[in-house]
């Protein structure tokens, strides 16, 4: 059974800059592409970005570009998704996903994240 | 790619067929195609991948089809955990979603 755990839910002020971990028991995400997804309350899916198996290589939804940041830690399995300046707008739950495929970042999403709330309110 | 589903809400009973569509702004490149299903407080769990291939776990009254512009899910006999919100995306160009179908108990 794979685990997937995301860190806690976070309260920011506007400005601010909120760091959300991801991390998969055993090698469950070594070796595949991974995404950041959010969902704003009542909202549909709004994808953020991708990082490839390396970490050496990202890539972001144009909305959100020179505000976040990905990252994945290899040794630990750990991934980390980084938006700064953040604003009310950005108050949304924040999902990890796993990319079907390992040679190629086209894939669907076979493994997700519980989630994080991240909350941005003065 | 914008995708736009319909309808916006789908009132079926259980043991009804169901009939969700996905339309793309433009062609969907190769079958890079799925749809999701999520339930209140839940993370998005994947249905369909390849736009008509089941994902693992998943019953086979879950089917896909569709190319191009033009996509479908179809649940062949409603059971009542099916009712849920139902996602697609497409995976070729860049990664969208469409905006969701909730299907709910008549």
């Known amino acids: 059974q794979v685990q997937v755990v995301q860190s806690g839910a976070e309260v920011k002020k506007p400005g601010a800059s909120v760091k959300v971990s991801c991390k998969a028991s055993g090698n469950t995400f070594n070796n595949r592409y991974m995404h950041w997804v959010r969902q704003a309350p009542g909202q549909g899916l709004e994808w953020m970005g991708i990082?490839?198996?390396?970490?050496?290589?990202?890539a972001y939804a144009q909305k959100f570009q020179g505000r976040v940041t990905m990252t994945r830690d290899t040794s630990t399995s750990t991934l980390y998704m980084e938006l700064s300046s953040l604003r009310s707008e950005d108050t949304a739950v924040y999902y990890c996903a796993r990319g079907e495929t390992s040679d190629h970042p086209l894939g669907a999403f076979d493994i997700w994240g519980h989630g994080t709330m991240v909350t941005v309110s003065s | 790619i914008v995708l736009t589903q319909s309808p916006g809400t789908l009132s079926l009973s259980p043991g009804e067929r169901a009939t969700l569509s996905c339309r793309a702004s433009q062609s969907v490149s190769g079958t890079y195609f799925a749809w999701y299903q999520q339930k209140p407080g839940q993370a998005p769990r994947l249905l369909i991948y390849?736009?008509?291939s089941r994902a693992t776990g998943i019953p086979d009254r879950f089917s896909g089809s569709g190319s191009g512009t033009d996509f479908t899910l179809t649940i062949s006999r409603l059971e009542p955990e099916d009712f849920a919100v139902y996602y697609c995306?497409?995976?070729?160009?860049?990664?969208?979603f469409g905006q969701g179908t909730k299907l709910e108990i008549k």
């Open positions: 995306q497409q995976y070729g160009s860049s990664y969208t």
């Open positions: 390849g736009a008509s």
């Open positions: 990082i490839n198996p390396s970490g050496a290589v990202t």
